[in-house]
């Protein structure tokens, strides 16, 4: 079946480093993949996603490329902020329209 | 635009009480509508989803049920909780189309069985 596994936290980082979060998937097909940030006490956001290999989805500064030679879509920031503090989901979707996959979600925080 | 309700926020209840949580979906019709739970630090669980009125998959065995009486209404109950059923449900939907169907979430109802 399908899957999706991040890499784990917490991560915690200083304002303005760089933020990499992996995510690799596993799917019979060709999803779509999605990442979501889940801001404390909120429901989930979608951030970016992406439909097709070689889509980079991009939003706020954050950016993921789908890549499906390593089933991958791995979150970058160049520069983060403290108000980036949040759990952030890597999720696939089989087919459009279906439910989707989450992964167990990254916490992240950053100190100023 | 479209906009997602849940209701309560937060809810409290005892041991062996019954549950109500509803959901519901404006500016949209058809919609594809799922119920998740997030325990304390853990990921998303999907409990329940939904293609229509009265259609209901559940994905995961257990005391609760769902319902849907109304195109965009979906209702999470329970006739009797379980300290086990603490943490926060998330409703979402979304459109039945082609195309990548992103799920957009509500704000979430967080519950504390005691």
């Known amino acids: 079946g399908d899957s999706v596994t991040q890499m784990e936290g917490p991560v915690t980082l200083s304002e303005e480093a760089f933020l990499t979060i992996n995510c690799t998937y596993t799917?019979?097909?060709?999803?779509?993949l999605f990442w979501y940030v889940q801001y404390p006490g909120e429901g989930l956001q979608l951030l970016l996603k992406?439909?097709?290999?070689?889509d980079k989805g991009s939003n706020k500064g954050f950016e993921a490329t789908y890549r499906k030679e390593t089933t991958s879509f791995h979150l970058e920031k160049g520069s983060v902020q403290v108000s980036d503090s949040a759990v952030y989901f890597c999720?696939?979707?089989?087919?459009?329209?279906?439910?989707?996959?989450f992964g167990e979600g990254t916490q992240l925080t950053v100190n100023p | 635009s479209q906009t997602i309700h849940q209701w309560p926020a937060t809810l409290v209840q005892p041991v062996g009480s019954p549950l109500s949580l509803e959901c519901t979906v404006e500016?949209?019709?058809?919609?594809?509508l799922y119920w998740y739970r997030q325990a304390a630090g853990r990921g998303l669980q999907l409990l329940f989803y939904?293609?229509?009125?009265?259609?209901i998959s559940s994905e995961v065995p257990q005391n609760l049920s769902a319902s849907r009486p109304q195109d965009r209404q979906f209702i999470l109950s329970s006739k009797k909780l379980l300290l086990s059923d603490s943490g926060f449900y998330l409703c979402?939907?979304?459109?039945?189309?082609?195309?990548?169907?992103?799920?957009?979430f509500g704000p979430g109802t967080r519950l504390t069985v005691l």
């Open positions: 979402a939907w979304n459109r039945q189309s082609r195309l990548a169907g992103t799920q957009y």
């Open positions: 799917a019979t097909g060709y999803p779509s």
């Open positions: 992406a439909t097709k290999a070689d």
């Open positions: 999720a696939l979707q089989e087919t459009s329209g279906s439910r989707l996959t």
């Open positions: 500016g949209t019709s058809n919609p594809n």
């Open positions: 939904s293609i229509g009125i009265g259609q």
